[in-house]
């Protein structure tokens, strides 16, 4: 059960990074497929998932975001966390640039998970 938790939460949150900057490109619903696929073995109901983010307000993404991080804090180790943040930067970076507010939300949640913005492989965001 616990997988397929992280699996939920980790989509989430990278379906939340594809639309922090404000565009949704195919590109990057394939880069969180990809990552679901090659990381969990538990089905997860996408559709589901996809309803319940297209239901949230755009004004509560932020505070459902902090929510899902913890989430996915309790569940994970420190190195699944780093495994994450590292396929999120792919995820925000597939469209060929990473905007000032994709940055800042991946730092958050590095921040959070205590991941070392200096020393982690974060510093591909510079």
């Not at 004004?59 to 994450?84: A, C, I, P, T």
């Not at 507010?101 to 591909?124: G, H, M, P």
């Amino acid at each position: 059960m616990k997988q397929k938790e992280l699996a939920e939460l980790g989509y989430q949150i990278l379906m939340i990074l594809a639309i922090v900057d404000g565009e949704y490109e195919e590109n990057e619903i394939d880069v969180i497929l990809n990552f679901i696929k090659e990381n969990y073995t538990q089905e997860i109901n996408l559709e589901e998932l996809n309803d319940r983010l297209s239901e949230l307000p755009q004004s509560q993404q932020l505070e459902y975001l902090e929510k899902l991080v913890k989430g996915f804090n309790m569940l994970s180790s420190h190195d699944q966390r780093v495994h994450f943040l590292n396929f999120a930067i792919d995820l925000v970076s597939a469209d060929n640039k990473i905007e000032p507010e994709e940055k800042r939300t991946l730092s958050k949640i590095a921040s959070f998970w205590n991941v070392d913005y200096d020393t982690s492989i974060l510093k591909r965001m510079e």
